[in-house]
């Protein structure tokens, strides 16, 4: 079953512009990580972030974690092309098992 | 270094026949996962192994569905017989032990007709 559950199930915006998107999930967790999956691809790991952490940076991606909301948000800044994919929040609870939300779709216009 | 490998990458095949999916994790990973992508269900975890052994297959469907993993370089996953609900991407992941991050493979867009 699906724990993470990502809003909104669809984004375009103009390249240059932020791309948001939240996660929310049900159950206690350790840690919160982001992957992102091109078209006909496998997914790719972007950022994990831990359940005593509240932000993390890597390049031009901004996440944060509100354990008491059980929430999370991804941030892209000055979106390029390239950055066109779906996006999925997965939530670990014990060492090995991830669960995968539904995902967002980013479009990203040119 | 090479990632996650999984073959074959696209499997057309008619009901009831036998499919085999393959997967090589990454040199030196433990943790091997395999996952099943579908529109309707999302992504969801069918089984786990680590160092060759598997811990959770709580995830597999069905008697129909079974895995190995008989050395630490290569898994397979079966279906036999397969049906038209089993159309989806199945996809195969590594990670190490005591990391969190998992590495996917391309994975197999199998369509049973």
């Known amino acids: 079953s699906q724990q993470g559950e990502e809003d909104p199930q669809a984004l375009s915006i103009q390249e240059g512009e932020n791309a948001t998107m939240n996660c929310s999930y049900k159950t206690s967790i350790n840690n919160l990580q982001w992957y992102r999956q091109n078209s006909g691809r496998g997914l790719v790991h972007l950022i994990l972030?831990?359940?005593?952490?509240r932000e993390k940076h890597s390049g031009r991606l901004r996440v944060t974690l509100d354990t008491s909301k059980k929430s999370s948000s991804l941030l892209i800044t000055a979106s390029r092309a390239a950055d066109t994919a779906s996006y999925f929040c997965a939530t670990a609870s014990n060492d090995y098992k991830l669960s995968f939300g539904a995902g967002t779709t980013v479009t990203v216009r040119a | 270094d090479a990632g996650v490998i999984q073959s074959p990458r696209h499997e057309v095949t008619e009901m009831g026949q036998e499919v085999t999916l393959r997967c090589k994790p990454i040199?030196?990973?433990?943790?091997l996962f395999w996952y099943r992508q579908t529109m309707m269900r999302g992504l969801e975890l069918l089984i786990y192994f680590n160092n060759n052994v598997p811990i959770d297959d709580s995830g597999m469907p069905e008697d129909r569905f079974s895995a190995k993993m008989p050395n630490a370089s290569f898994s397979t996953l079966k279906i036999q017989p397969s049906e038209p609900r089993d159309s989806a991407v199945y996809f195969c992941?590594?990670?190490?032990?005591?990391?969190?991050?998992?590495?996917f493979g391309p994975g197999t867009r199998l369509l049973v007709l």
């Open positions: 040199s030196g990973h433990n943790s």
């Open positions: 972030i831990r359940s005593n952490e």
């Open positions: 992941a590594s990670s190490r032990n005591g990391e969190e991050t998992q590495y």
